[in-house]
């Protein structure tokens, strides 16, 4: 099955309310990145995180990491309108360059 | 600084029908990969190129897909004959270099339609 599954598949929220998607992952990693994706803008890198580093943060994004459990969230705090996309992980496990494998996809729908 | 261009951004053909993308990566960046990304899907990862040559095309249908980087600079992708699931959005990416910390920088894409 797919490296990089997000969960929920889809999320409708509020303006000013919290976004949390969440990623899985069933092999090991060098990094885990999050790329958003919308019609305007097409596929935007938004963080990455090492598989050394539990958590890190970008302005109202912070991301989560635990190797353990193969796992990571992503957390948007106050949305906006604007943060109406899609959002992936990316998982790479390149070992002699970037070979990112993406997962399914959460649609973040931001209601004003 | 110019991003990804990637041409025509739409493209409608009839099964067995042959078509062609091309992708202009940002300049100086050594590494250049082909995505194909179906609706509803995450993108996945075709060919990798580290300037002219190739580094992973495990993913690529070789039986009907080609790729080459002449120059080590743009890049064509090819489809020949294009089949009804070969409808999807083709993305192109550049990174400055190979290195698994490298972001990957995305065109907009070309939108395919296969009828």
């Known amino acids: 099955s797919q490296q990089g599954e997000e969960d929920p598949q889809a999320l409708s929220i509020q303006e000013g309310e919290n976004a949390t998607m969440n990623c899985s992952y069933k092999?090991?990693?060098?990094?885990l990145q999050w790329y958003r994706q919308n019609s305007g803008r097409g596929l935007v890198h938004l963080i990455l995180i090492r598989s050394n580093e539990r958590e890190k943060h970008s302005g109202r994004l912070r991301v989560t990491l635990d190797t353990s459990k193969k796992s990571s969230s992503l957390l948007i705090t106050a949305s906006r309108a604007a943060d109406t996309a899609s959002y992936f992980c990316?998982?790479?496990?390149?070992?002699?360059?970037?070979?990112?494998?993406f997962g399914e996809g959460t649609q973040l729908t931001v209601n004003p | 600084e110019a991003g990804v261009a990637q041409s025509p951004r739409y493209k409608i053909i009839e099964k067995r029908q042959s078509v062609a993308f091309w992708c202009n990566p940002i300049?100086?960046?050594?590494?250049l990969y082909w995505y194909q990304q179906i609706l509803g899907q995450g993108p996945k990862l075709l060919i990798q190129?580290?300037?002219?040559?190739?580094?992973?095309d495990s993913q690529l249908p070789k039986d009907r897909f080609s790729a080459e980087r002449l120059k080590g600079v743009d890049s064509t992708l090819k489809i020949q004959p294009a089949k009804l699931e070969d409808s999807a959005v083709y993305l192109c990416?550049?990174?400055?270099?190979?290195?698994?910390?490298?972001?990957?920088?995305f065109g907009p894409g070309t939108r395919l339609t296969v009828l």
């Open positions: 092999t090991s990693i060098n990094n």
């Open positions: 990316a998982t790479d496990r390149g070992t002699s360059g970037s070979r990112l494998t």
């Open positions: 990416a550049s990174s400055l270099e190979a290195s698994t910390y490298n972001e990957q920088f």
């Open positions: 190129f580290q300037n002219n040559g190739v580094v992973d």
């Open positions: 300049s100086g960046h050594a590494t």
